[in-house]
Nanobody, 118 residues
Framework: QVQLVESGGGLVQPGGSLRLSCAAS????????MGWYRQAPGKQRELVAS???????NYADSVKGRFTISRDTAKNTVYLQMNSLKPEDTAVYYC????????????WGQGTQVTVSS
């Protein structure tokens, strides 16, 4: 029943920035740790950032210092601010519960494509 909808992706040059948004069908962000995952072609899906119900954040080493995850409980939305983007950040980005995601299509959503290229 949980539905998550990602948005905000696009094409950006190396060094550029994007802000991704994740909207939930129900108010779960105040109760669960939420994460941003990404999957590049031919690679495993990986968790890149998470935020707990208490606001504590964690980042994969590959994005630490460049990405910032945040939450707006009033809007039931989680964000991922992505700065200093690199070509290797190119992937489809998804939000879901972390570190154990809800394994449904509605929870994963369609993801949002981020392409970092000149």
């Amino acid at each position: 029943q949980v539905q998550l909808v990602e948005s905000g992706g696009g094409l950006v040059q190396p060094g550029g920035s994007l802000r991704l948004s994740c909207a939930a069908s129900v108010r779960i962000f105040s109760l669960y740790t939420m994460g941003w995952y990404r999957q590049a072609p031919g690679k495993q899906r990986e968790l890149v950032a998470s935020i707990t119900s208490g606001g504590s954040t964690n980042y994969a080493d590959s994005v630490k210092g460049r990405f910032t995850i945040s939450r707006d409980t009033a809007k039931n939305t989680v964000y991922l601010q992505m700065n200093s983007l690199k070509p290797e950040d190119t992937a489809v980005y998804y939000c879901n519960v972390a570190p154990f995601p809800i394994a449904t299509s509605r929870a994963w959503g369609q993801g949002t494509q981020v392409t970092v290229s000149s």
